[in-house]
């Protein structure tokens, strides 16, 4: 698991103190922008979105990822129809996505394999 935020916050010890040590040491945090994108050669098969919650920048943030999705991959959008983040549907539409909403996500899949 990859994780991007160009903020190191305090609190990211606390929470890995509670993960298992084979999956603390699975999880790899880079300090930069989610529309960073991926390394080279890496793919993608689940994608969370939890970042900035403006209409551009969840826009930016999926086509940054859109290569990198292996066929069927899950994207999920969180904060999806939260009255504080608008923009998190709004890109959602921008985007022309159509998924499933499961409580505060929206997830849409990737084109399967043929
Ligand atoms: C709502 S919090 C969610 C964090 C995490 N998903 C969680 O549940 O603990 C949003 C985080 O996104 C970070 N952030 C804001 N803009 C970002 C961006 N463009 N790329 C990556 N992270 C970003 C903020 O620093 C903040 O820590």
Redesign the pocket.
């Known amino acids: 698991m990859v994780s991007?935020?160009?903020?190191v916050?305090p609190e990211r010890d606390a929470y890995l103190a509670r993960a298992w040590p084979d999956v603390r040491e699975r999880i790899e945090f880079r300090s930069e922008?989610?529309?960073s994108g991926p390394r080279a050669g890496e793919s993608v098969e689940l994608l969370?979105i939890?970042?900035?919650h403006d209409r551009e920048?969840v826009v930016a943030?999926f086509r940054a990822w859109g290569d990198a999705l292996v066929p069927g991959a899950a994207v999920a959008f969180?904060d999806y129809d939260h009255p504080s983040y608008p923009g998190v549907r709004e890109a959602i539409v921008d985007l022309g996505l159509s998924g499933e909403q499961h409580g505060g996500l929206f997830v849409w899949c990737a084109p399967g394999r043929s």
């Open positions: 991007y935020d160009p903020c916050r922008p989610d529309c969370f939890d970042s900035s920048s943030a969180h």
